[in-house]
Each structure stands twice: as C-alpha cells, then as structure tokens.
C-alpha cells in the first residue's frame, strides 16, 4: 500500500526532525513573525527555572508537547498557566527573553517579531510598565552583545481580559511605541479563542491602530469564529494569525477569504501548533496549501516553540516536505516573509540585501 508506506515515512520524517532540521533550513535566513515569548521557552531555559523555582514541582513534562503527543487547545492554555508560573520576575522575565532571542538567532532567524502579553504579578511586585520595559531591555542586551538578529516587539492583549485590560495595554503600547523609537511596533490579539468575543476589543484595536500600532490578530483559530472574523477583518489588520478556519472548505466562507485577500493581509501560519493543538488533522490537511495555491502572502512560523518542540528551521522542513515545496520555492518564502514584516522600508531593504548576500549558490 504505497499511501500508507508514504505516511509511514512521513511520520519518520517528523520524529527524526524533532532533533534537527537538515543544513539547508538551518542555514535558510529566516523571518520569524508569530512567535509569543512564553511559548518559546526552551527545554534548557526551563531547565533553569525549575531549578530555581523547586518549590512549585513542575516538571518537564507539564511545559512541553513532544514529538507524537497532541494537546487539545485547551490543555495547551493550560501549559501556559505552568509557564507563567515559572517566570513571575524581572530576572525571569530578562532571562527567557535574552535566551528566546539567542536561540531564534541560532537557528537562522535574521529577523524577529517577539510578541508576549504584559503581565503583573503581585507577588513579586512586577508591573505590566516593567514586564515591557525588561524585553526591550533583553532586546538592547542582545544587540550590544552581538547577536545576529534584528527584533522588535509587539504588545499582545490576552482576549479573555476584556475591555478594559485591552484599552490599558494599547495605551501602554502606544507609549513604549513612541519613547523605544519604533523597537515596540504594533498589537497582537491572541489567547484563548473560545473564551471572550472581539465585539468588545474593537474599540482598542482600533484606537492602537489610529495611533499608528501595526494589528497582528488571531483570526478564526477555531470553527466557531465567522462572525468575530468577519467584524475584525474590517479594521482591518495588517497580519492574520492562523486564520485556520476563514476558508469555505473547513466551514468559513468565500467572503472572509474574499476580505483578506482585497486587502492583501499576510497570513501567520504554524504547522506543528496547529497539529499537536489539534485544530488540524494532520500537516497534509493544513490550511498552508489552501493560501499557497491562491498565491496569498503566508509565513512559516513556530508560534510556540517551546511548548510545541520546534524551530523554524524545522518549520520550514515540514512545510516543503509536506507540499512537495522545492529548495527554490523555499527560498522564495522565506525572502518574501521580509515585505510581510511591520518594519520600516529601510529595514526591509537592509534585510533583502542581506538575502541576497546568504543565497546559496545555485538557487
Ligand atoms: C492563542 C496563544 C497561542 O504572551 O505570556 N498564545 N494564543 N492561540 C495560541 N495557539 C496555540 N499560543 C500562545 O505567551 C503565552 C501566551 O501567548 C498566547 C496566550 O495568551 C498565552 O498565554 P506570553 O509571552
């Protein structure tokens, strides 16, 4: 049975990946654009913080999803509960930052959106102002420290918060956009997608995007989304995130697809979280195809790639050995995820000179 025999492969493929992707995809330069700071937290990282936090007895297994195990959505909030205990301080908050960035740099990524949800925790006296103010500050360290990557920062709202959680962090976000000249550039929407609705968020997405605020949204990551979709597609963002189910094939509708591609709005889009999350079957069913095939801006992301057990670079593996993707048409991704970014046109240049320069020969 040669359907089965391919799976077979296929499967030992993803199981053989999740130690490292081959040299092509490592030494691919890559844009990374949907990757939140807490969901990225390596094993060695988390290696450090249960070390100092032995009193709350986590272990490894309650942080990470391995290779073959899936999660429903939400068991995997559940995991970030874990995590968010573990990092509850400045110094927790400056470490995983730092590491996050140094690891994402290591794996060929030149150029990275970092997103992560301003958090206060009585208990240690951080502040939401602090939590920002510290990854600007683990931005800065990495950068005087020589590491090869370029990052800026985008203030995420948890939608189970609600109005006017959303309204203070946009404001909070507005100001760190003005005083860390443009390091902090726009607003993400994520959390859990079952809980809460964007009718009540749209007076922040909207202020954040009158005041110049880049909007990168999760968009219909569950089935149950269309009329939420359909409300926030008329901001409308600047980046979808997954945007897994706008497409009528898996019960969305011609006219969401028909909003995003009008307005040429770059989806996010994270292979191994959407499958180990179970929103999607299985990697040949994920909507990438879907989007590729129309010729729609997509870019790989990792999304979470601590808890999911990935990098880009393996990311980008999957996608091509899923879709049959050539190293060429690789390339082109990867090169084309630099005009989905929110940086200024100078950046963008800088970044495609820089591709130009790493190309492989032959490509
Ligand atoms: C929606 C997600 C997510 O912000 O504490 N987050 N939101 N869908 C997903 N798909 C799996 N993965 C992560 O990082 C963790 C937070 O990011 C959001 C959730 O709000 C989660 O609590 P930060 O750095």
Redesign the pocket.
């Known amino acids: 049975d040669h359907s089965g025999l391919q799976t077979l492969v296929h499967a030992f493929c993803v199981l053989v990946m999740e130690n490292e992707a081959d040299k092509f995809y490592r030494e691919l330069p890559k844009v990374e654009l949907h990757a ?4 990225s937290v390596s094993f060695q990282s988390m290696e450090k913080l249960i070390s100092r936090k032995p009193h709350l007895n986590i272990e490894h297994s309650m942080t990470a999803i391995r290779s073959g195990q899936r999660r429903t ?1 939400d068991e ?2 559940q995991v ?1 509960k874990v ?2 205990q573990l990092v509850d301080t400045e110094e927790d908050i400056l470490m995983v930052a730092k590491d996050v960035i140094t690891e994402f740099a290591a794996d060929g990524v030149k150029y990275l959106e970092l ?3 301003p ?1 206060e925790e009585k208990n240690t006296g951080l502040t939401k102002r602090r939590y920002v103010e510290t990854v600007i500050k683990a931005i800065h360290e990495c950068k005087s420290e020589g590491v090869d990557i370029d990052v800026r920062f985008l203030v ?1 709202v ?1 939608r189970r918060n609600g109005t006017e959680v959303a309204m203070e962090t946009v404001k909070l976000a507005e100001e760190f956009m003005l005083s860390t000249d443009g390091l902090v550039l726009g607003l993400d929407l ?4 079952t809980v809460g609705h964007g009718r009540d968020l749209l007076p922040a997405l909207q202020r954040a995007k009158n005041s110049g605020l880049k909007l990168a949204l ?1 968009l219909s ?1 569950v089935p149950s989304q269309l009329e939420e979709s359909d409300l926030l597609l008329n901001l409308p963002p600047d980046r979808i995130g ?1 945007g897994t189910f706008l497409h009528p094939e898996v019960g969305g509708s011609q006219s969401l697809v028909d909003k995003v591609v009008k307005n040429n709005i770059p989806l996010e889009l994270c292979l191994t ?1 959407n499958v180990k ?1 179970q929103t999607v079957p299985c990697y040949s069913q994920h909507h990438f195809q879907y989007w590729y095939q129309l010729g729609h801006p997509c870019v790989i992301c990792t ?2 790639k601590g808890v999911f057990c990935t990098d880009l670079s393996q990311e980008y593996q999957l996608a091509a050995s899923t879709f049959g993707l050539s190293h060429e048409a690789i390339w082109k991704l990867s090169q084309q995820a630099i005009d989905c970014t929110f940086a200024p046109e100078n950046l963008k240049q800088e970044l495609k000179q820089r591709w130009i320069e790493l190309q492989p020969q032959g490509l």
């Open positions: 939140h700071l807490n969901g959505l995997c909030f970030f995590i968010h997103r992560s949800t958090r995420a948890d994520s959390g859990d997608p999760h990551e997954h979280s999350g999304d979470d």
